[in-house]
């Protein structure tokens, strides 16, 4: 990998039983880069995530996140070591946030921290505060996630991922369960995080988010890259005729 790679995926296949669902992707993103994945439902976008993180774990490919390689055919006996520290090189934000419920929003944010990180309570403690802080939710730290809104439970799941330092954040659509009144100030933090030089892959439906915050765009299809580019290229001159297709639907 290149000194600035961060994350370097090589000929990534998925199948669940007879579908192929990933057809070869790879893919290479450099320190602070903010890419977003588009595509229509069911090419392979989420699926193509979770291989990252291995939520799901892909038939054939290589995944590096932050020095950690994982050759997802391996069936040494390291391979199990090898992806729970590829995990730790990872932080995931979900559509529907997966916050514990039971748990007030400094205890979701701690959790991490002290579970995996084997951190010190009183200094997770203090680090998961100025998490939320950061966005926005210092006032309500000692909050149930059913105390608050969609867009601050997001909020607060992106405050726990941040707060692991990882090397890249995966968003899976965190804007898609959100009423449209709250979708701004989600958008909003994200953009913030991506102005921190935080590295991050998306997968969205958000066009705003991808012309204006991403520094590139990936259009997938069925399993495979049909495109990628600069936002402004890929929203002003796409060149493969499945990409102009969908993006004439938002435009
Ligand atoms: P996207 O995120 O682009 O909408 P997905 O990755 O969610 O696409 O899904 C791609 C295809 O894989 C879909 O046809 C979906 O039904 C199928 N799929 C996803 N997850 C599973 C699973 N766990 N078992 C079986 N099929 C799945």
Do not use: W
Request: charged content about 30%.
């Amino acid at each position: 990998m290149e000194n600035n790679t961060v994350v370097s995926i090589k000929n990534l296949h998925k199948s669940f039983g007879d579908v192929e669902v990933l057809k070869g992707i790879d893919m290479d993103i450099k320190k602070g880069e903010v890419v977003a994945i588009l595509g229509p439902s069911g090419s392979g976008k989420t699926t193509f995530l979770r291989c990252l993180n291995f939520l799901e774990t892909a038939d054939k490919g290589i995944v590096e996140i932050g020095g950690q390689r994982v050759d997802c055919q391996d069936k040494g006996k390291q391979q199990k070591k090898k992806i729970i520290e590829l995990r730790r090189n990872t932080a995931m934000v979900f559509q529907n946030y997966n916050l514990f419920s039971h748990r007030t929003l400094i205890e979701n944010v701690m959790e991490g921290l002290v579970v995996v990180h084997k951190m010190d309570k009183t200094e997770a403690y203090d680090k998961s505060k100025k998490m939320l802080e950061r966005v926005g939710l210092g006032e309500r730290i000692n909050y149930y996630p059913h105390m608050i809104s969609g867009g601050q439970k997001q909020r607060a799941s992106m405050a726990r991922a941040l707060v692991l330092n990882p090397y890249v954040i995966l968003f899976d659509e965190p804007t898609s369960a959100l009423d449209p009144e709250l979708i701004g100030e989600v958008l909003d933090t994200m953009k913030q995080i991506a102005d921190e030089g935080i590295t991050m892959i998306v997968v969205t439906h958000e066009m705003l988010f991808a012309r204006d915050v991403a520094d590139r765009v990936i259009f997938m299809d069925k399993g495979v890259i049909v495109e990628q580019g600069t936002s402004k290229q890929i929203f002003t001159q796409p060149k493969e005729e499945r990409t102009k297709k969908f993006l004439s639907r938002f435009m």
